[in-house]
Antibody, heavy 125, light 106 residues
Framework: EVQLVESGGGLVQSGGSLRLSCAGSEFTVSSDYMTWVRQAPGKGLEWVSVIYGGGATYYADSVKGRFTISRDNSKNTVYLQMNSLRVEDTAVYYC???????????????????WGQGTMVTVSS | DIQMTQSPSTQSASEGDRVTITCRASQNINNWLAWYQQKPGKAPKLLIYKASSLESGVPSRFSGSGFGTQFTLTISSLQPDDFATYYCQQYSTYSVTFGQGTKVDI
């Protein structure tokens, strides 16, 4: 069965950095659209970034220039490098997949058919 | 960005009730609309994609409808396992956006 396992969350001071990892199993991350979605405590879901195809990437305006999504095909793993962290970046970060059946017509867009368990990032002031 | 507005924010219901949740998009998204169920401390679970397609393994009491800017999620007969928060999501662009959520409780 398809699985996504995130790691790398933790407590960091404002201005600091963290790198999140999302390891996929039973599918190939380079063949699907891989996304990071976050959820601040008690709040709704917010799209953060997507990587797909040959390595094309997109970012939400709130993280552009600070976060970088990447992947290592040999490890079947997607990463989210988070720099210049702010208190408002505090959230549970989920890795999610948009498989072939649930993609949209625009490249990089889709619904998310599999999600990781989430990893908590806390940014203190 | 496309704004997604759900209503109501909270829905009080009982087992066996028919529950309807509405989602409105700020512009035409055709049928690029998904619905998710989320329980506390858990990741969201995909229920419906492409506005009305039932995800594999999801009970048939869940159904979706709509096109353009108005969409509906219906639970035909609420079961104890269905008490949760539900989110709609548009994916007509790569910058997907979610509704604010509807909590279904007793």
């Amino acid at each position: 069965e398809v699985q996504l396992v995130e790691s790398g969350g933790g407590l960091v001071q404002s201005g600091g950095s963290l790198r999140l990892s999302c390891a996929g199993s039973e599918f190939t991350v380079s063949s699907d659209y891989m996304t990071w979605v976050r959820q601040a405590p008690g709040k709704g879901l917010e799209w953060v970034s997507v990587i797909y195809g040959g390595g094309a990437t997109y970012y939400a305006d709130s993280v552009k220039g600070r976060f970088t999504i990447s992947r290592d095909n040999s490890k079947n793993t997607v990463y989210l490098q988070m720099n210049s962290l702010r208190v408002e970046d505090t959230a549970v970060y989920y890795c999610a997949r948009a498989g072939p059946l649930v993609r949209g017509v625009i490249k990089g867009s889709g619904a998310f058919d599999f999600w990781g368990q989430g990893t908590m990032v806390t940014v203190s002031s | 960005d496309i704004q997604m507005t759900q209503s109501p924010s909270t829905q009080s219901a009982s087992e066996g009730d028919r529950v309807t949740i509405t989602c409105r998009a700020s512009q035409n998204i055709n049928n690029w609309l998904a619905w998710y169920q989320q329980k506390p401390g858990k990741a969201p679970k995909l229920l419906i994609y492409k506005a009305s397609s039932l995800e594999s393994g999801v009970p048939s009491r869940f159904s979706g409808s709509g096109f353009g800017t108005q969409f509906t999620l219906t639970i035909s007969s609420l079961q104890p396992d269905d008490f949760a928060t539900y989110y709609c999501q548009q994916y007509s662009t790569y910058s997907v956006t979610f509704g604010q959520g509807t909590k279904v409780d007793i």
